[in-house]
């Protein structure tokens, strides 16, 4: 099976960097996706990595190690609209995606 | 403004009733996904379908079937439900690109009673 850990909960204030942490062990690796999801919406799509190293968009980036396991999201300039849950998925070896369970993230004024 | 649907938007069901549940996308994805989403769990895969006329067991089939009669429609049927399918259900379709993003329906949230 797979797992992938990524941590439950995170607060930070607006304006201020928070990274979310994602380890992950699974059957093969054929990429690494980042989702915001928002309370009662759908999933949307954030960022896709498949080489290591780090990949930006606007305030937010992604960073991916494959040796390790292990992908960050950063979200910089935080605004009260990020408040979300942010889901770690990876599609594995026979191309399907596996998600974690997910990071809440609460950004305070 | 092309995408998902999904209908109903929620649902209660009573236990042992048949129930489908309706994906529809205009954007002639070939592949397309069913997901449940638990508190904790986050999304698990029920069943997929790579291409009209071919499906496949995700990681929670059992209690669900799906078929799949042309590229736009991706139905998720419960033949007879149970209390622990209680859930909410995304349907998503990918779009074949490198990297074969996934995209999302509103979801349906269903309450098995």
């Known amino acids: 099976g797979q797992n992938i850990d990524q941590p439950t909960e995170m607060t930070a204030t607006e304006g201020a960097i928070v990274q979310i942490n994602c380890t992950y062990q699974t059957s093969g690796f054929n990429g690494l996706f980042w989702y915001q999801q928002h309370a009662g919406e759908a999933p949307t799509f954030l960022s896709y990595?498949?080489?290591?190293g780090l990949e930006e968009k606007g305030r937010f980036s992604s960073f991916l190690s494959r040796s390790k396991g292990y992908s960050y999201l950063l979200l910089k300039e935080l605004q009260m609209k990020d408040s979300a849950s942010y889901l770690c998925a990876v599609r594995d070896g026979d191309y399907k995606l596996s998600f974690g369970a997910g990071t809440t993230v609460t950004v305070r004024a | 403004i092309a995408g998902i649907t999904q209908a109903p938007t929620s649902q209660i069901l009573a236990a042992g009733r048949r129930m489908t549940l309706r994906c529809t996308q205009d954007?002639?994805?070939?592949?397309m996904y069913w997901y449940r989403q638990d508190l904790g769990l986050g999304l698990r895969l029920i069943h997929y379908s790579n291409t009209a006329g071919t499906t496949g067991k995700g990681e929670v089939p059992d209690g669900y079937s799906v078929s799949r009669a042309n590229t736009d429609d991706f139905p998720l049927t419960l033949a007879s439900a149970v209390p622990s399918q209680t859930s909410v259900y995304f349907c998503a379709s990918s779009d074949g690109s490198d990297t074969d993003t996934q995209y999302f329906g509103p979801g349906t949230r269903l309450t098995v009673l």
């Open positions: 954007m002639r994805h070939n592949a």
């Open positions: 990595n498949v080489l290591d």
